[in-house]
């Protein structure tokens, strides 16, 4: 027993430390163009002001037409997805008297459907309002190029390459308003999403992913981005996003960011978050000051403002490879092992599992049990089983655990932590 357990071990090992790609998700990410996130943000730009309380009804500024040129952009991928492909206006209601807004209001969240065979679903959000320094001035020129003009061309170019390619879990694209007063727009989808008993396995939210250099330190790097998140399923989440991101992104570190979102900032995650959905943020590594939430100006020589110049669009096209990367891989594997459970009464060095099959998604081919010591950030070992149970001779006072399905094709799913 020991012998063929040491035996299994070894060569379990060797397979999981062999980077897995699928070459279907390969030539997806391939189509990524930093010239098409380009010319979504110029557009973007062009409206002069995405703020909340800005026109609705000026064909060419204001916020409605930013919503109305992001239905038919997306509405123009419809013919390439063999019938996948939806778009639809979700409106709520919002601000008034005593509120962040100083007028009632409709806003619309553009949401884009790419039907996957089953009701599983994934959600990527972006916010697309804009704002400068006075959050009631709904008139000046407020570009919102980076914050977050650069999140909503990750999620447009992540909608046009994938358009044609059909998968077992539903994506779902949210491009929101209301977050810069308060995350109004991703609120009403995540009681939207409560209320109607989405099926969700993950939200990603793309807010502020273009800028590589930090106002006043002057650290300038393209090849890092942050995921954010919180214990539990969130940080599992964070962690595949990192893995799959990197196996398929060349020159990117995701660093994890072990806290919800920045000091006394949020994002449009949050809302999912609190309502009990997996949820996570990616940012760009540095930020700045002088650009984000700024007028357009120039004062004693330092440019202020969130223009297109500010924006590193290859740096964007990474962000984006590593969205197409995390949520085709999610999108294609096997649901979540339910039932973990660890033997923990016994006093034993060895640590028994055993769990039960994932309710939705493709077939299940086996099981990836992941170790890691209890200081440790990331996964460690990964032990490939077809089984539902394994005993290992690792203690478990000094390792945690965690379960993932893998698919016939190799996809891995997200890892249910022993708890
Ligand atoms: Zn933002």
């Known amino acids: 027993m020991k012998y063929f357990l040491s035996f299994f071990l070894t060569v379990s090992f060797s397979i999981g430390t062999v980077a897995q790609t699928d070459k279907n998700i390969r030539r997806t990410i391939s189509q990524i163009a930093s010239e098409n996130i380009e010319s979504y943000i110029h557009t973007l730009v062009g409206f002069h002001t995405r703020h909340n309380l800005s026109t609705q009804t000026d064909p060419n500024k204001g916020i409605g037409a930013a919503a109305r040129w ?11 997805s063999d019938g996948r492909l939806s778009v639809e206006n979700v409106t709520y209601k919002t601000g008034g008297p005593g509120t962040r807004l100083e007028r009632q209001v409709e806003l619309t969240n553009v949401m884009a459907v790419l039907k996957g065979t089953t009701d599983r679903k994934i959600l990527v959000l972006a916010h697309y309002d804009s704002r400068v320094n006075d959050n009631n001035d709904s008139t000046s020129f407020a570009p919102g190029a980076n914050d977050n003009g650069s999140g909503v061309a990750c999620l447009l170019e992540s909608i046009r390459v994938m358009v044609d390619t059909p998968m077992d879990a539903t ?19 995540a009681e939207k999403a409560l209320e109607e008993n989405w099926n969700v396995v993950a939200v990603i939210n793309y807010d502020m992913i273009g800028n590589t250099e930090s106002s006043g330190t ?13 214990e539990g399923m969130s940080r599992e989440l964070a962690r595949y996003i990192k893995e799959t991101g990197e196996a398929y992104v060349d020159n990117l570190t995701v660093h994890l960011n072990f806290r919800t979102d920045r000091y006394g900032r949020g994002g449009d995650h949050l809302p999912f978050l609190s309502k009990g959905f997996t949820a996570v943020r990616v940012s760009e590594y540095h930020e700045n000051y002088d650009r984000t939430h700024q007028t357009v100006r120039i004062e004693e020589g330092i440019h202020y403002g969130d223009l297109l110049t500010g924006v590193d ?6 962000s984006t490879a590593m969205n197409v990367a995390a949520v085709m891989n999610l999108a294609k594997a096997p649901g979540i092992p339910t039932r973990v459970v660890m033997n923990a009464r016994e006093l034993s060095n060895y640590t028994k599992l055993t769990w039960d099959t994932p309710e939705d998604g493709p077939s299940v081919a086996g099981y990836y049990v992941l170790l890691r010591k209890t200081d440790q950030p990331l996964w460690e070992k990964k032990v ?7 005993t290992l001779p690792y203690s478990k006072d000094n390792y945690f655990f965690g379960i993932c399905a893998v698919g016939s094709e190799g996809h891995r799913g997200l890892v249910r932590p022993v708890e």
């Open 218 to 230: 002057g650290h300038r790097d393209n090849s890092g981005n942050r995921v954010f998140s919180a």
């Open 70 to 80: 992001l239905h038919r952009e997306i509405s123009g991928w419809i013919p390439l």
């Open 384 to 390: 490939y089983v077809e089984d539902n149970s394994i």
């Open 171 to 189: 994506v779902i694209f949210l491009f929101l308003s209301g977050e810069e007063h308060g995350l109004l727009g991703a609120a009403a989808m």
């Open 313 to 318: 669009v290859e740096y964007v096209r990474k």
